[in-house]
């Protein structure tokens, strides 16, 4: 879950482009964004380079024209800067002004735009969206400013230092995708194509949220589900429930409705939404994407976005979703089976008679969850109480990397019951960030857990990171998935306020998109392993300690079918890859040769394509990043194989991952971690285990 905003100033050009969007995170999202208090005094004459502040005071605002004020200066400011820029010479001297306009844009935007999701004042909400968006019709124009991409090409090449030459190279592949680098007639068929694009995306979404797709049940129908999911829902002439095919009342449908019949009409309405309009859209993005590769010089879509991954390359991509197919193949279809058989057992039927449906699979994996599992989520709230949850992921990292949480002041957070905390470097007792925390649900604010990184650290000027951890805790607890998920955003956090790189564009998240949630993702399964969660009795002497077999429970059900959600995730992953790449295949044919190779086949009159909203949007040619992202992860959880705890093994990843950012390719710092090559064994042998 991570969002993120503005920044990487030539980098959010090219995203705005090419429509390649942000991170792997499928549900919401953590911002990365930029930005200050106000500068009440007029702007100086002749700007000043470097923003010498360590930390800043989070900006203070009550009022929409404060927020609207305060973002004026800070394009002003930032456009001083530019211009300056614009006539520094190639070199040292031009990375430091590159830098500067990156921390001031940081300052300036970062807070003030994270606003929008939390502030309790919906003026100050509101007029925080509007900064946002003149924040990125800045960093479209400095994608396409022609002065600025020759000093950062020239500097590439002059730079010998890998830090700095590094920092300049990444400038400029930014510019680079922003379409700068190319001829005028080509400029301008990007741009409309770009445009295009855009408007193909939102039309794609349109035929999907507004076409408000319901389907009608009778009681009888219903039986099985839960009546809270169903007894306020509309009803149709006839009386009957008219359920969304979203949201909650989907999912209770698929898992717990007895009747097949209505289960069937509810995933076909859904694996049908978006209808045949969008099979032509999704049709007319996939060519607009080739031409656009094809105005680069590259033959695909696919190696357009790679190129600038973890994965490096379309031929890399495949080769390993091919490998993650042959792994997950035998867990598949032991899935499959151990469903089928509980579908027969059920229905008193033989084996041999009874086929699994693709409306089937939910229902009967609940059942077997329910029967042999027996696992209730609720029954963890009264172990994990929700600031001693907090306090335990801090002590977590505590002990893993030699750093230290101490709750100050939050006179200057948005919100009474924000905290703040100061993280100290236990080693150099120095403070090296600030960590806010949002705890509580409230009226305006976002509803689902996420970290924004609104400020980077840098070793070059003095400058402190800052990020806010949002989280709606329920009152009465936490389930263990909810601490999975507290841990997940917490690693967020953690690779901002421990970053060390040189320049604040290389740090914390400001990594390729594809390596972005490793570490979060890696940190995931800390919360099932006894040893880490005995930690919790030292932040709260007071509370009882989890049960084993609760533990046991959760980790069984969290890893129940994991063949066949692996194997649908490599079949959207190999699909995406197929769409985007040198042919431009029709996007149906495609879908319905490839979902019948698989195990329970394609089901006839579905389009499944028409509502893939991921790959119409940011993700096209990124959605392998799920699997590939859990495959580094699991490789790096390979160090902490003896002890999750270990310090020594925490010291490293904070040494060559958390603290290096974007400094050095991921490949590399994986491989300084890990004291070898990264590869995907160990999410291949979870898979088979
Ligand atoms: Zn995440």
Not at 106 to 114: C, H
Not at 187 to 209: E, H, P, S, T, Y
Not at 252 to 258: C, K, L, P, R
Request: glycine share 6%; net charge neutral.
């Amino acid at each position: 879950m991570k969002r993120s905003t503005v920044i990487p100033a030539a980098l959010a050009v090219a995203a705005a482009l090419a429509l390649a969007a942000t991170s792997a995170d499928a549900a919401p999202q953590r911002k990365r964004a930029p930005a200050r208090q106000v500068h009440p005094k007029p702007i100086p004459v002749k700007p000043v380079v470097e923003n010498p502040i360590a930390d800043l005071p989070f900006p203070k605002f009550d009022h929409g024209p404060q927020v609207a004020s305060t973002c004026t200066t800070g394009l002003e400011g930032a456009m001083l800067r530019l211009k300056e820029l614009e006539k520094r010479k190639p070199g040292a001297d031009w990375l430091k002004g590159w830098e500067a306009l990156y921390d001031w844009q940081e300052d300036q935007s970062g807070a003030l735009i994270f606003l929008q999701n939390v502030h309790p004042n919906a003026e100050v909400r509101m007029e925080s969206a509007k900064c946002e968006q003149r924040w990125t019709a800045f960093q479209t124009a400095l994608g396409m400013n022609e002065l600025v991409f020759q000093g950062a090409r020239q500097t590439a090449a002059l730079l010998k230092d890998p830090v700095d030459k590094r920092a300049a190279q990444r400038a400029l592949e930014g510019f680079e995708d922003a379409g700068v680098g190319l001829s005028r007639d080509k400029q301008a068929r990007a741009k409309a194509i770009a445009d295009k694009l855009a408007a193909l995306g939102q039309q794609f979404n349109q035929n999907i949220n507004g076409a408000h797709v319901r389907v009608a049940f009778t009681e009888a129908e219903l039986k099985g589900v839960p009546e809270s999911l169903w007894k306020d829902q509309p009803r149709d002439a006839d009386g009957r429930i008219a359920l969304p095919i979203d949201g909650p009342a989907y999912t209770a449908v698929m898992q717990t409705a007895d009747d097949a019949g209505a289960r069937e009409r509810l995933w076909r309405a859904k694996t049908n939404e978006g209808g045949p309009d969008n099979l032509k859209v999704l049709a007319q993005i996939e060519q607009l994407r080739l031409e656009q590769a094809r105005l680069f010089g590259l033959s695909s879509y696919d190696d357009f976005v790679l190129r600038r991954r973890m994965v490096e390359s379309s031929a890399q991509a495949t080769k390993f979703l091919d490998e993650v197919r042959a792994a997950a193949a035998d867990e598949d279809r032991r899935n499959v089976i151990e469903l089928r058989q509980a579908k027969a057992r059920h229905l008193g039927q033989t084996l041999d008679g009874t086929k699994l449906q693709r409306w089937d699979s939910m229902y009967y994996a609940e059942r077997i969850e329910r029967e042999r599992i027996g696992l209730d989520d609720e029954a963890f709230r009264p172990y994990f109480p929700p600031q001693e949850s907090l306090r335990f992921v801090m002590r977590v990292a505590e002990k893993m990397f030699g750093i230290r949480y101490d709750k100050v002041d939050n006179a200057n957070a948005w919100a009474p019951d924000v905290q703040a905390w100061a993280v100290t470097d236990v080693a150099s007792n120095r403070k090296i960030a600030t960590l806010f925390v949002d705890p509580y649900p409230r009226e305006g604010k976002y509803g689902h857990a996420a970290t924004w990184n609104f400020r980077n650290a840098a070793t070059s000027v003095p400058r402190q990171a800052q990020s806010a951890l949002v989280v709606n805790f329920d009152r009465r607890g936490l389930t263990l998935r909810e601490l999975e998920t507290l841990m997940h955003e917490f690693g967020h956090t953690l690779r901002n306020n421990l970053s060390a790189t040189r320049y604040a564009s290389d740090a914390g998240e400001n990594v390729a998109q594809d390596f972005a949630e490793a570490p979060s993702q890696m940190l995931e399964d800390w919360v099932y392993d006894k040893k880490v969660l005995k930690v919790f009795q030292e932040v709260c002497p007071a509370c009882k300690p989890v049960p084993d077999e609760l533990v046991d429970k959760a980790r069984a059900a969290r890893d129940f079918g994991k063949g066949m959600q692996v194997a649908r995730q490599q079949l959207y992953a190999a699909y995406d890859l197929a769409l985007h790449g040198p042919s431009a295949p029709d996007p149906m044919e495609t879908w319905e040769k490839m979902e019948a190779a698989t195990s329970l086949g394609y089901v006839p009159g579905t389009t499944f394509p028409s509502g893939f909203a991921h790959i119409a949007g940011g993700y096209g040619a990124g959605y392998y990043g799920y699997l590939w992202s859990q495959a580094v992860a699991a490789d790096m959880r390979t160090a902490f194989a003896a002890d999750k705890l270990d310090p020594k093994a925490g010291a490293r990843l904070r040494a060559t991952v958390l603290a290096e950012g974007a400094q050095k390719p991921p490949q590399q710092v994986v491989k300084e971690f890990l004291g070898r090559d990264g590869n995907a064994q160990a999410f291949f042998d979870w898979l088979k285990k």
